[in-house]
């Protein structure tokens, strides 16, 4: 595996995979690799193309009130499981190129931005999106694989390409699970065992109150119902909301597409999930 920290590096690594193979898949990360980013490696694999995996701890996507220095950094354990995965190339960029000095340019998302994570992390979604565009302008991938976890991170990035019109496709990969439901995430690794053992709760929840829907029961009463169930378990519920998939607009009523996300914290680690309405469609 080729492994770039430069932006001639990228350059020179990136045209010799193209020589190869063609096309180029990229895989954007934050490190701190999990099999949920195996799933993404495996998914861009499958499509033939020469997987680009990049891992950059962006702090732009941080609040001032979000530990940037805490997020879990493990850049040789990283590169040996990119390497194991099949992975061609690994850019590894510094803040400083990022971020030049004298950058004066910045991406604003709105639409699927707002509301949700883009309410309760003021600014977060502008870091996703200047970083994402970035990556796609320096990596120059035909495709790009997001988490479906980061479900409304996937309609912000999806959002900003076909506004900006991006010669990239993005595409969607299914959440990766732990046994007892729980969605992958590197902050899991901060839930106490006690936490840990409630922390499927909420996959639970989003599961059951799709099933509701699906078979017809009124919203209103199944969001009160799993958000009450939720913090009668312990949990710090953020939101547990009905929404529609590309938009992230709330709604009233299941359509076509719709889906149900959420957040809520448990002890130190705020958990973040979603789920599909069976027979609606994936959005
Ligand atoms: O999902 C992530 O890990 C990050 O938000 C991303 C897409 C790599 C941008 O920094």
Redesign the pocket.
């Known amino acids: 595996m080729l492994i770039a920290r430069s932006l001639p590096e990228l350059r020179a690594a990136t045209a010799d995979l193209r020589t190869g193979s063609g096309r180029l898949a990229l895989v954007?990360?934050?490190g701190a690799l999990h099999a949920g980013h195996g799933a993404l490696v495996a998914a861009a694999l499958a499509s033939g193309a020469a997987t680009v995996a990049s891992i950059?701890v962006?702090p732009l996507?941080f609040s001032p009130t979000e530990d940037l220095a805490r997020y879990p950094r493990d850049e040789a354990g990283d590169l040996a499981k990119l390497k194991e995965w099949g992975c061609r190339l690994a850019w590894l960029p510094d803040v400083a190129t990022m971020y030049p000095a004298d950058g004066a340019t910045v991406i604003e998302p709105s639409g699927p931005a707002e509301g949700w994570e883009g309410a309760a992390r003021p600014g977060h979604f502008r870091g996703?999106a200047t970083?994402?565009a970035k990556l796609f302008g320096q990596v120059g991938a035909e495709a790009a694989y997001?988490g479906e976890k980061?479900w409304q991170?996937l309609q912000v990035v999806r959002r900003m390409v076909t506004d900006l019109h991006l010669p990239v496709t993005v595409v969607g990969v299914e959440t990766v699970r732990e046994a007892d439901g729980l969605a992958l995430s590197s902050r899991n690794r901060y839930l106490s065992a006690a936490e840990r053992a409630r922390a499927p709760a909420l996959a639970r929840a989003l599961r059951q109150a799709a099933a509701a829907l699906a078979a017809g029961a009124a919203a209103a009463g199944v969001l009160t119902e799993a958000r009450a169930a939720l913090s009668a378990d312990g949990f710090g519920v953020e939101y547990f909301a009905l929404v529609d998939g590309p938009s992230l607009r709330a709604i009233a009523h299941t359509v076509p597409g719709a889906r149900l996300v959420a957040a809520a914290r448990l002890g130190p680690v705020r958990l973040l999930d979603n789920c599909a309405i069976p027979g609606r469609g994936a959005g």
């Open positions: 954007p990360t934050m950059f962006n996507q996703v970083v994402v997001f980061d991170q």
